[in-house]
């Protein structure tokens, strides 16, 4: 039966044989679950700051190995929480994993027997659906329970079921559990009701093998959409059109194995250009392409904050005085401006002169972070899709990251403000940001790890 009990069972065996491999992978820090950032606000930024690789090309390239007919290596892998949950994915379906540096590893996949995901892993990110795609891609069948991530509101995958249903596949979900099998995949026309970003990676995954031609209409567009078909493309697939609204995929039937590096993380990005702006610090932020930042540097712009792009870097400066000038901010697909960037850039208007609105309907809840805004003074309130932000200033107070980019807007809030900031549920921002506390660190602020022991640490250490 999937999803046993005895999986997990033994996925924690293994868990206990590779624990050293992983643990590299768990955060740079390699910290605990209850662990807390306490930031002393008023320093700005200063210097330079290396941007890694994006997490969410990575956590799809990574599931996309298991299409690889050779092994692969893959760099500038970002050393986050995510992509450990991913690894710990491989070694549970028995795939030889190799960590060759702190951003680069080895996968072989031609022994992974079972096209199965454990539950509690599938539940710990939303990555885990792109197991869906790449284990039908390559097994023609796939058990992947319904995944996590972020609790942005309701998460459902339809859109991916729709996908794989044009090609052949039927799908059923039982105790959480998706099955997905298909005799063989047809090359067929996928139409998105709406523009989904996990949709049309895994559409992709399914039919890069499909018998034919099959055509995604209404893709979505996102730099990481382009990377990971470059990455197939690489290894012999051919995909035409990513980056545009129709991508089309004439299926092969051999991926070649080669070694490939995951383009710089726009969000990563985007977030120290903000937090350079908060602090009214002179950041140059490097290793990214300033085309993917362009939406944010725009609005950084009109807030009047000064942003040089250079070729791959970005300066970012709001060390001249004047004040942060009001605006408004509607998220979109790419192009548009990332809702990954919402709560940091709400964080910035809410140290700016006057009010400003920021609308965001991609999830139905993305501002569960305002009211920790507001145990800090910010001055906004929530009508549904739509914040309004009256600027004013911040002061330091214990709050919560209630997900990845609320998290990240608390540390930006943090640094901007008078006073100490103490933010619990780390573990969310070290899903997505790699060594967040050293770069801001080596930038020049005052933030300190507080490392609080698990109970189960306690009881080892008795
Ligand atoms: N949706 C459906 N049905 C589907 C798929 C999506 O209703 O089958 C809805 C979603 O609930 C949402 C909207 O469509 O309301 C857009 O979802 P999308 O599929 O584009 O998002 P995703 O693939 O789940 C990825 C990123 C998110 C990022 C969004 C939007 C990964 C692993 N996650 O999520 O990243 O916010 O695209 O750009 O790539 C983050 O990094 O903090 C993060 C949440």
Redesign the pocket.
């Known amino acids: 039966m999937l999803c046993t009990f005895n999986q997990i069972q033994k996925r924690d065996n293994i868990r206990e044989r590779t624990k050293e491999e992983m643990s590299r992978f768990r955060g740079a820090n390699g910290g605990n679950i209850l662990d807390k950032f306490v930031i002393r606000g008023g320093h700005p930024l200063e210097g330079e700051v290396n941007i890694s690789g994006a997490?969410?090309a990575a956590?799809a390239i990574v599931a996309a190995t298991i299409l690889c007919d050779e092994p692969c290596i893959i760099e500038n892998i970002p050393n986050i929480s995510d992509i450990g949950i991913s690894l710990e994915i491989f070694r549970d379906m028995n795939a030889d994993i190799q960590v060759i540096n702190k951003n680069t590893i080895r996968f072989d996949t031609k022994n992974i027997s079972k096209p199965n995901v454990p539950h509690e892993l599938a539940r710990s990110m939303?990555?885990s659906s792109y197991f869906l795609g790449t284990l039908l891609g390559r097994f023609h069948e796939a058990f992947v329970p319904l995944p996590g991530?972020?609790d942005?509101g309701?998460?459902?995958?339809?859109?991916?079921l729709k996908a794989f249903k044009a090609l052949g596949a039927l799908d059923d979900i039982q105790s959480g559990c998706v099955h997905v099998k298909a005799d063989s995949l047809i090359g067929s026309q996928i139409y998105f009701d709406?523009?989904?970003?996990?949709?049309t990676i895994n559409a992709m995954f399914a039919a890069v093998k499909a018998d034919g031609y099959t055509v995604i209409e209404n893709a979505?567009k996102?730099p990481?959409i382009v990377d990971v078909a470059n990455f197939l493309n690489s290894m012999g697939a051919d995909i035409r059109g990513a980056g545009t609204d129709v991508i089309k995929v004439r299926g092969v039937k051999y991926l070649k194995g080669i070694t490939y590096s995951v383009i710089p993380d726009q969000?990563e990005a985007g977030t120290y250009m903000v937090a350079a702006a908060a602090t009214r610090g002179n950041v140059l932020i490097k290793n990214v392409i300033p085309k993917h930042l362009e939406s944010i540097t725009a609005k950084l712009r009109t807030i009047g904050v000064s942003v040089e792009e250079f070729d791959d870097s970005v300066r970012v400066r709001a060390d001249m005085g004047g004040p942060f000038i009001k605006t408004n901010i509607k998220t979109m697909?790419h192009p548009g401006f990332?809702?990954?960037m919402q709560p940091q850039i709400s964080t910035l208007l809410s140290l700016a002169e006057g009010t400003s609105t920021v609308t965001d309907d991609?999830?139905d809840n993305r501002f569960r972070y305002v009211s920790e805004l507001r145990r800090m003074g910010a001055d906004i309130s929530v009508d549904g899709k739509v914040a309004v932000i009256h600027g004013g200033t911040l002061k330091g107070a214990p709050v919560k990251a209630t997900d990845?980019?609320a998290g990240a807007a608390m540390v930006i809030a943090g640094l901007a403000a008078d006073g100490v900031t103490e933010i619990s549920d780390i573990f969310h921002i070290e899903r997505?940001y790699e060594a967040i506390e050293d770069k801001l660190t080596a930038l020049g602020a005052d933030i300190k790890r507080v490392y609080v022991p698990s109970k189960n640490d306690l009881a080892m250490s008795v």
């Open positions: 997490k969410n956590v939303r990555a991530g972020c942005l309701d998460r459902p995958i339809d859109q991916h709406f523009i989904t970003v996990g949709g979505a996102e990481h969000i697909p990332p809702t990954d991609i999830f990845l980019r997505g």
